[in-house]
């Protein structure tokens, strides 16, 4: 496909999006019935449709516009690309440009350059504070490829080398001691030996941060309450010696965990009960959140979201704190994470569970900004009585 052909793609499919299919489902769909597209031309379609979906607001503004096309248009005028270029109308290439599509549209400004819904700014204003401008920026571009060495296996310069010879260029990363940030080849990483080997597993350097601030010590018996793939989990117990069990509310998520931690060297037992397995000296709630965190790497949950969904959130983030509060040994840890930045997810819920609980107090919080080496995240560590 040419490049402008992709960009034809990328506007049929963020026009789907547009209309409520989640982009992930429409790009397989355009996929299976493209057999024309390689795997290059799909990965090109997929940054497209990914990036305007990043800054959907602002491409509107650029482009003039609410549509696929206005969009795209808006995107290519933002990244300095001539747009008849790619409305050339030749080939498989978008139409020409109308006279009235050439003059609609204006560079983004304010809350339009943002690229964050008007009703969120508040939010984000009283958790960021002079931090805002730069946290709109960044989920404005594309995620780090991170990964976690497995040091259980080998330490972080030798999967460096061992990446670079399947042609994965990594650099250490200063988020987490077992952080690597790859800066070429990242398309080949699912297909490498390192990664089937379980040398180095994909995960986010804040996820890995979040893991090395833990108190683990060998011996524990540690419970994941909300385990999802299980990437914790993992981390956790390449780090130490202990009783590893993970939960989650939507097992399927856990399918694959068996598997990886096989793959990594290390035994985790799925539950469907943490109750019958309790007490336990640590339970990590990576709880269901915002995502506010991540939304570079799903874009489309920082349109989705509103403030009856993150009333809904809070009430199972308390919920799902007080259930771990049950689970735990005298004296246990209890370590509530989420993928989101703002206070009203992380801080006000720790502060309304120990107003509840007195006998637990909080002995480290942290939240991390989305940046070059990882997503945003929060840890709040609480020690009971
Ligand atoms: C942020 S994700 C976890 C990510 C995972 N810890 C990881 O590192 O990949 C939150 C998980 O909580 C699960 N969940 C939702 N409601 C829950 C509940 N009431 N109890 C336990 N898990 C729940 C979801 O299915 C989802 O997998």
Request: proline share 5%.
């Amino acid at each position: 496909m040419t490049p402008a052909a992709r960009y034809g793609a990328a506007i049929e499919i963020i026009d789907q999006v547009l209309a409520g299919t989640p982009a992930e489902k429409a790009l397989t769909t355009w996929a299976r019935r493209s057999r024309f597209a390689g795997s290059k031309d799909r990965a090109a379609i997929r940054d497209h449709v990914f990036d305007v979906l990043r800054r959907k607001r602002s491409v509107g503004v650029w482009g003039g516009g609410s549509t696929g096309r206005a969009m795209i248009l808006g995107l290519i005028r933002q990244q300095g690309i001539d747009p008849a270029s790619v409305f050339s109308g030749e080939g498989h290439a978008p139409e020409g440009l109308s006279a009235a599509e050439q003059t609609a549209g204006q560079p983004a400004e304010g809350a339009d350059a943002l690229d964050l819904p008007d009703w969120l700014l508040p939010e984000v204003k009283q958790s960021l504070g002079d931090k805002t401008e730069a946290y709109g920026e960044v989920l404005r571009h594309r995620a780090p490829v991170m990964l976690r060495v497995n040091s259980r296996k080998l330490d972080r310069n030798t999967a460096i080398t061992k990446l670079a010879d399947e042609g994965i260029v990594a650099v250490t990363a200063d988020v987490a001691p077992t952080a690597l940030r790859v800066v070429e080849g990242a398309r080949r990483i699912n297909n490498s030996e390192a990664y089937r080997n379980g040398l180095v597993e994909l995960q986010d350097g804040a996820s890995q941060a979040v893991v090395e601030a833990l108190p683990l010590r060998d011996g524990m018996r540690i419970l994941d309450l909300c385990a999802g793939g299980g990437g914790k989990s993992l981390a956790m117990a390449g780090k130490v010696n202990g009783s590893f069990y993970a939960y989650d509310a939507h097992p399927q998520r856990l399918r694959d965990l068996p598997d990886r931690a096989k793959r990594a060297g290390v035994k985790i037992t799925v539950t469907k009960s943490p109750e019958a397995e309790a007490p336990f000296d640590l339970v990590l709630c990576d709880v269901p959140c915002s995502g506010s965190g991540s939304w570079r790497r799903a874009p489309e949950g920082k349109w989705a979201l509103s403030e009856e969904k993150l009333r809904g959130l809070n009430r199972l983030q308390d919920e799902i704190l007080e259930r771990a509060a049950t689970l735990l040994a005298p004296g246990g840890t209890l370590a509530y994470a989420t993928c989101s930045v703002f206070d009203r997810e992380n801080t006000a819920r720790v502060d309304q569970f120990l107003a509840q609980n007195p006998a637990f107090a909080a002995t480290f919080q942290k939240t991390w900004i989305p940046g070059e080496d990882g997503d945003g995240f929060h840890l709040s560590i609480l020690t009971g009585a």
